[in-house]
């Protein structure tokens, strides 16, 4: 089966750079995608790897190691608005495009 | 990108009823996927819906409990059926857009259930 590990909770200040890991098990791994969701909020798309290696998007990054099966996503300059859940999820190849979702990451940012 | 729209946005049910919930989309696309997200936890897939096959069930979900409807590529139902306090949870689809190149995928804002 499969499986992703994520930290359940970071809090840290403004002006701060949080990385939130996310750890995955399984077979036929296609790519990683990372989605924010704010409380009484819909998740939305933040960044996504096939690849090994960094992408860069304004103020978010992401890394996916794929001979590790570990990814991470980073949050730079944080602000209060990016106090939410944060979930990495998996498409696989035989997955026509359905996500399994990680049980996501609580950011808190503190003032 | 992919605008969705979901009815109702909320509501409270009776335990043994069922209730149907709605999904447009304004493009029109090959899958919809159906999510369950209970509070505080994270999205559970429920089934994917092809339009003009038999949608395909998660393990854990079976068709007689929710059945799902996709009469066209921008629309899609999910019945909750025979609901008890357990299906409270947030209900979303969502759609990935085959012109990103990025496999983004687009929710709906999401159904609130709440079964008494």
């Known amino acids: 089966g499969q499986s992703l590990e994520q930290p359940s909770e970071v809090t840290a200040v403004e002006g701060a750079i949080v990385q939130i890991n996310c750890t995955y098990q399984t077979s036929g791994f296609y790519g990683l995608s990372w989605y924010q969701q704010h409380d009484g909020g819909a998740p939305t798309f933040l960044s996504y790897?096939?690849?090994?290696g960094l992408e860069e998007t304004g103020r978010f990054s992401s890394f996916l190691s794929r001979s590790d099966s570990y990814g991470y996503l980073l949050l730079q300059e944080l602000q209060m608005k990016d106090s939410a859940s944060y979930f990495c999820?998996?498409?696989?190849?035989?997955?026509?495009?359905?996500?399994?979702f990680g049980a996501g990451t609580q950011v808190v940012v503190t003032p | 990108s992919a605008v969705i729209s979901q009815k109702p946005s909320r509501d409270i049910c009776q335990r043994g009823t069922s209730l149907t919930i709605q999904c447009q989309v304004d493009s029109q696309v090959t899958m919809m996927f159906w999510y369950r997200q209970q509070p505080g936890q994270s999205l559970t897939l429920i089934a994917t819906a092809n339009q003009g096959s038999e949608a395909t069930y998660e393990s854990g979900f079976v068709i007689d409990k929710f059945p799902i409807s996709r009469p066209n590529l921008t629309f899609s139902t999910l019945t909750v059926s025979n609901m008890s306090p357990e299906d409270s949870s947030i209900y979303l689809c969502s759609v990935e857009d085959p012109g990103r190149a990025h496999n983004e995928q687009f929710f709906g804002p999401g159904t609130r259930l709440t079964v008494l």
């Open positions: 999820a998996v498409k696989t190849t035989d997955s026509w495009g359905k996500l399994q």
């Open positions: 790897n096939a690849l090994d």
